[in-house]
């Protein structure tokens, strides 16, 4: 898969019988995985929505071309990609794909923690996961009093723990 390209996107089952698909979000959010009016499938192949709606926590496609129940069924389980390109990210903020890997380092003292192995999104903050070389698994809200700085170049974070936030 080009280093472009994001899954955005599990298609998870059929939609009634005009051949819509639901698809499980697996970026921000149903609305956003929704503004997309093409998506391409892990091949690179592009996949054009004729439109989209929001039903609970799903995103209902309809992909051009698929046209019946039959069809759509075929589709079950593969994944949908977007181009990094059709998204423009505010300033500071990241997409998961590219903070996972990170080696994340203590902004005083240049301790190494570990690597950023996980992201939650708990819907406050997100949650980020450190795996210690000792196995331990870290973890720190992703809030600007504990992240300094994030280098994608470098693959580095560097992080100022609160008080007391990997005592055991």
Same mark, same amino acid.
């Given at each position: ?87 423009? @990210? #505010? +300033?500071?903020?990241?997409? /998961?794909?590219? !903070?996972? =890997? &990170? ?48 280098? @994608? #170049? +470098?693959?580095?974070?560097? /992080?100022?723990? !609160?008080? =007391? &936030?990997?005592?055991?």
């Amino acid at each position: 898969m080009p280093e472009n390209m994001l899954e955005v996107g599990k298609i998870t089952s059929v939609f009634g019988i005009k051949g819509e698909v639901k698809v499980q979000p697996w970026c921000d959010s149903p609305e956003l995985l929704c503004e997309f009016e093409t998506l391409y499938w892990k091949s690179g192949t592009p996949v054009n929505i004729e439109r989209a709606r929001v039903q609970k926590n799903m995103a209902i496609l309809k992909i051009e071309g698929v046209d019946d129940a039959n069809e759509a069924q075929k589709l079950r389980n593969h994944v949908l990609y977007m181009d990094r390109a059709d998204v423009e @990210l #505010e +300033e500071g903020s990241y997409f /998961i794909a590219d !903070l996972i =890997g &990170l080696e994340v380092y203590d902004s005083a003292s240049g301790e190494r923690y570990g690597k950023l192995t996980d992201v939650t999104e708990t819907g406050a903050n997100d949650v980020y996961h450190i795996t210690a070389e000792d196995g331990r698994e870290l973890l720190i809200p992703a809030i600007p009093q504990v992240i300094d700085s994030i280098d @994608l #170049e +470098e693959k580095v974070m560097k /992080i100022t723990p !609160l008080d =007391g &936030l990997f005592d055991i």
